[in-house]
Structures are given as structure tokens and as C-alpha cells.
């Protein structure tokens, strides 16, 4: 049997945190993966691609892959600003992460907007 410490404790605390999140995020359909690049585009209206992949010190192609799975979803929309473009949340993405959706609150609720 385990000793009943407060590492104990906090390692069950996260583990059922981390299934609950992620029980939510799938009926959402997301992932923790593609939350982070939900909630940058949230806080920074109007990034571009490389800004988040320099911001996040990610892969090229992984968020490409990452903003055409969001922009396929319904959660990010990518407009074109020259030669570039810049992201920002849909509808569904604002609800999702403000949790305003009609006084329901079904969303995360990670940040008021």
C-alpha cells in the first residue's frame, strides 16, 4: 500500500483532473494539443502562423496540420493579409473558451474575453 503523502495525493488529483479535461475536450472535439493553439489565438487575435510557431517554439509542419484540423473544425478561421495570414477564433472557438454560450456555460471557461 502507498504512504499517504501529499505527493500521493496530488498525483491523484492530477490524474483525475487530467481524465476529466480530457473527457471534455473530446466531447468537444479537441485535444490538449490543439487547446494550446485555441487559447494563443484567443489572447492574441490576429497572430499569424509563425508568430504562434515561434511563440510556442513548435514544428512548421505540425501547426499547419494543427490550424487546418481548427479552421476544418469550426474553432479558428484563416484570412489572408498579403502574403500571410492571420487567425482568429470563430463563434465556436469564442464559446469555447469564454464559456458563453447562451448562459449554458458549456464551454472550458479558461479566460473571459
Same mark, same amino acid.
Not at 481524465?19 to 485555441?38: D, I, K, S, T
Not at 470563430?90 to 448562459?103: A, C, F, H, M, Y
Given at each position: 500500500?502507498? @504512504?499517504?503523502?501529499?505527493?500521493?495525493?496530488?498525483?491523484?488529483?492530477?490524474?483525475?483532473?487530467?481524465?476529466?479535461?480530457?473527457?471534455?475536450? #473530446? @466531447?468537444?472535439?479537441?485535444?490538449?494539443?490543439?487547446?494550446?493553439? +485555441? +487559447?494563443?489565438?484567443?489572447?492574441?487575435?490576429?497572430?499569424?502562423?509563425?508568430?504562434?510557431?515561434?511563440?510556442?517554439?513548435?514544428?512548421?509542419?505540425?501547426?499547419? #496540420?494543427?490550424?487546418?484540423?481548427? +479552421?476544418?473544425?469550426?474553432?479558428?478561421?484563416?484570412?489572408?493579409?498579403?502574403?500571410?495570414?492571420?487567425?482568429?477564433?470563430?463563434?465556436?472557438?469564442?464559446?469555447?473558451?469564454?464559456?458563453?454560450?447562451?448562459?449554458?456555460? @458549456?464551454?472550458?471557461?479558461?479566460?473571459?474575453?
Amino acid at each position: 500500500m502507498y @504512504q499517504k503523502t501529499f505527493s500521493y495525493y496530488s498525483t491523484l488529483f492530477y490524474r483525475s483532473f487530467a481524465a476529466y479535461a480530457g473527457e471534455r475536450l #473530446r @466531447q468537444m472535439g479537441l485535444n490538449f494539443g490543439h487547446l494550446f493553439f +485555441v +487559447v494563443y489565438i484567443g489572447k492574441k487575435p490576429g497572430c499569424s502562423p509563425s508568430d504562434m510557431m515561434r511563440s510556442q517554439n513548435l514544428d512548421w509542419g505540425h501547426c499547419q #496540420r494543427s490550424i487546418d484540423r481548427l +479552421v476544418a473544425d469550426g474553432f479558428i478561421m484563416r484570412e489572408k493579409a498579403g502574403r500571410s495570414y492571420r487567425l482568429n477564433l470563430t463563434e465556436k472557438g469564442q464559446k469555447l473558451i469564454t464559456g458563453s454560450d447562451g448562459g449554458n456555460h @458549456q464551454g472550458l471557461q479558461l479566460y473571459r474575453a
